[in-house]
């Protein structure tokens, strides 16, 4: 008795390991005939059995039913698991492990690059609805399942670091740019981001030396050389930050940026000249620009200062000497009103330009204009 009883169950046990390896076999046809949802429904059960679950061919069969549901089109399965692409990149992986005869490794390696290409597709789909931190992960994976094969995927790490930088994750940003920066990438923008992101952080030693080891590999690059330049005038280092924007301007004659930033410049060494011919030229470039057409009337206006600040120190008896230096401060101040003007349309209600133009009218004598300025001045109190 005892014996037929020890047979039933040797019996009943090959039955349950048959009716498994049946569920993986139901598995791959559901899924030769394209029944998504069938083929996983048999392939998850057979991948948690104990009788199926150390065989490398239903992880197999898993990765290759998984990465289908991840890429199909087909409204009817697209949801079947939002994680498909992960789990079936896992299924893989579990093969190589289990696969001792290698009797899958051929076709594995096509496989898995392919989750690669998947990951970095989804990545660049959640990139272009500014989902940046999925699009980061994404194409970090993407350059993380390469890099298994044995292939360094450097535009995915390089958007995984513009996806991370957009995220405002600074830590993953630099890790990525660090990496690219190790493999000589050829891409001088991996210096200035990098390099923009430690003066960002106060480090402004760390920026410099990073923005400088970029110019050494490219000189002539426009966003180094705006980069370097930044944190010159962050640290004060004028003289160096106006060579740097001289060579710019060589660079690019039709940013009209460049030259209000080399106006401002020179404006504080007190080269008037020089700022009168940088802000003129900012406003050649653009009309509109506020900025250097306040700076400009403003340098005027505080030429003329001096200029009476002279005049008040002459002697009483240099009444013609005297005259003269009023000429010129009046024609200082009139040239300052075009661009005064100009600025209080594009922004009527900056109180600067207001007072400015306040005090032009009132030592011009301008008094029509004046009543209106002092209207609007008193307005805005």
């Known amino acids: 008795m005892k014996k037929l009883i020890f047979l039933l169950v040797i019996l009943m046990s090959v039955t349950i390991v048959n009716a498994q390896k049946n569920k993986r076999t139901s598995a791959f046809n559901y899924h030769k005939s394209g029944k998504l949802d069938k083929a996983k429904e048999y392939i998850d059960q057979a991948s948690e059995n104990a009788s199926t ?14 990465l289908d549901i991840a890429r199909t089109q087909d409204e009817k399965y697209k949801n079947l698991d939002p994680d498909a692409l992960q789990k079936a990149y896992e299924a893989y992986n579990k093969c190589l492990e289990l696969d001792k005869k290698k009797e899958y490794f051929n076709e594995l390696s096509p496989r898995i690059l392919l989750c690669g290409e998947e990951f970095y597709n989804k990545a660049a789909s959640f990139y272009n609805i500014n989902d940046y931190n999925k699009s980061m992960q994404y194409f970090e994976k993407a350059f993380e399942i390469n890099k298994t094969t044995g292939k360094i995927d450097t535009t995915a790490i390089y958007n995984a670091a513009i996806s991370a930088e957009l995220a405002k994750n600074y830590d993953k940003t630099i890790e ?4 690219l920066i190790n493999l000589n990438y050829n891409k001088p923008t991996i210096y200035s981001s990098l390099s923009n992101i430690y003066k960002s952080e106060n480090d402004t030693i760390k920026a410099l030396e990073i923005v400088m080891e970029g110019r050494e590999k490219y000189p002539d690059d426009f966003s180094l050389i705006i980069t370097e330049t930044n944190i010159y005038l962050s640290t004060g280092e004028t003289e160096k930050a106006l060579s740097n924007l001289e060579l710019a301007i060589q660079k690019d004659t039709t940013n009209p940026t460049i030259y209000y930033a080399v106006a401002t410049n020179y404006d504080a060494l007190g080269d008037f000249d020089k700022a009168e011919n940088a802000y003129m030229k900012a406003i050649k470039l653009k009309p509109d620009y506020f900025e250097p057409n306040y700076n400009l009337g403003a340098l005027y206006v505080n030429k003329a200062s001096d200029v009476i600040n002279e005049a008040n120190k002459l002697p009483l008896d240099a009444v013609d000497e005297y005259q003269k230096k009023k000429d010129e401060a009046d024609n200082l101040l009139k040239n300052s009103l075009p661009y005064l003007e100009k600025a209080l349309k594009m922004q009527p209600d900056d109180i600067n330009t207001l007072v400015s133009l306040k005090e032009i009218y009132t030592r011009l004598k301008m008094n029509d204009k004046l009543k209106v300025v002092n209207a609007k001045i008193q307005e805005l109190k």
């Open 53 to 66: 679950i150390n065989d490398a061919r239903t992880w197999y069969y898993r990765g290759n039913i998984y």
């Open 176 to 179: 990525f740019l660090k990496y």
